[in-house]
């Protein structure tokens, strides 16, 4: 198979070190290939939503798998913009990476792939109108897969606290979904191998407040975790307090009964332990 991704991103390439040797070629866009020598032998193009060139239009013409990881921008999903064509015009796989943040605020209780989106803020609602439009472009047989709070190797309490900037901000009631970047790599080769198109939440089986993930990575370090902050009172900038407006728990019941996804880090601690012996935070 020949894969294509839009947008070579943290996940996409966990996902290529995971399962790029099941592919007969590999090719993917960044903003600028000249600014990447961590991608080698993967075919670069460049794409940052303008005109894309004949040869980016040729090789996703002639992908079998194409792995979608390019948020929307305000006047809709740039990557449909400018490969319409080429897509309305043959049948492959499409990956797409959203997120769990279509869903909304529930007060911290469950929600699955049956919960209608009920997205508030306006990067969610585009999130679900990128959705459709790539369930339209597969004319039905997209594999869209909402993740949760991604972390692993380089992004995780654990270097937080390493480098000074972890934080305990407490909101009663709070809770986030998170998932190892290992295990988005698995649910993605999961819905390669999958029959037909769907919607899956990629998330581990213990939403959590997000306190406790850090003073959980501040006893592997054996280090004093920071202090409590009140959200109500924190300093924080537009975009990280948004991120407190929506509270639920989030359920991978799918993901795992129709994909067959065993998590490797089924929780925060293990992700945390995990990471620990490999060497993150010290």
Same mark, same amino acid.
């Given at each position: 198979?020949?894969?294509f991704?839009?947008?070579l991103?943290?996940?996409? +390439? ?5 399962? =790029?040797? !099941?592919?007969?070629? %590999? $090719? ?5 290939? @000249?600014? &990447?020598?961590?991608?080698a032998?993967i ?5 940052c939503?303008?005109l ?49 943040g ?42 869209? +897969? ?5 972390? =692993?190797? !380089?992004?995780?309490? %654990? $270097? ?5 900037? @972890?934080? &305990? ?10 998932i190892?970047?290992e ?33 959980y ?25 948004s ?12 993901l ?27």
């Amino acid at each position: 198979m020949r894969l294509f991704i839009l947008g070579l991103g943290y996940s996409a +390439l966990h996902f290529v070190r995971k399962h =790029g040797g !099941g592919f007969s070629h %590999l $090719a993917g866009t960044v903003r600028d290939p @000249a600014q &990447r020598n961590d991608l080698a032998g993967i075919e670069l193009h460049a794409f940052c939503g303008s005109l894309p060139s004949r040869e980016t239009v040729e090789q996703v013409r002639d992908a079998d798998v194409l792995l979608v990881s390019i948020p929307p921008g305000s006047t809709g999903d740039p990557a449909i913009a400018a490969f319409g064509d080429v897509l309305a015009a043959g049948r492959r796989k499409i990956v797409y990476l959203s997120t769990i943040g279509v869903y909304g605020d529930h007060g911290g209780g469950w929600v699955d792939e049956s919960t209608p989106p009920q997205a508030t803020l306006d990067r969610a609602r585009l999130r679900v109108a990128a959705e459709q439009a790539w369930m339209d472009v597969a004319h039905g047989n997209a594999a869209i +897969l909402r993740l949760a709070g991604i972390y =692993g190797p !380089g992004r995780n309490a %654990l $270097a937080t606290l390493r480098a000074g900037t @972890a934080r &305990r901000i407490i909101k009663p009631g709070q809770v986030f979904n998170r998932i190892h970047v290992e295990d988005i790599a698995s649910a993605i080769m999961a819905t390669i191998r999958h029959g037909s198109g769907g919607t899956w939440n990629v998330c581990d089986d213990e939403p959590a407040p997000p306190q406790d993930v850090i003073a959980y990575a501040a006893k592997l370090m054996g280090v004093a975790p920071p202090p409590e902050e009140a959200f109500a009172t924190a300093e924080l900038s537009p975009m990280a307090r948004s991120f407190y407006a929506s509270s639920a728990r989030v359920s991978n019941a799918t993901l795992k009964r129709e994909l067959g996804v065993a998590l490797a880090h089924p929780t925060y601690r293990h992700g945390l332990d995990a990471l620990w012996r490999a060497g993150e935070g010290r």
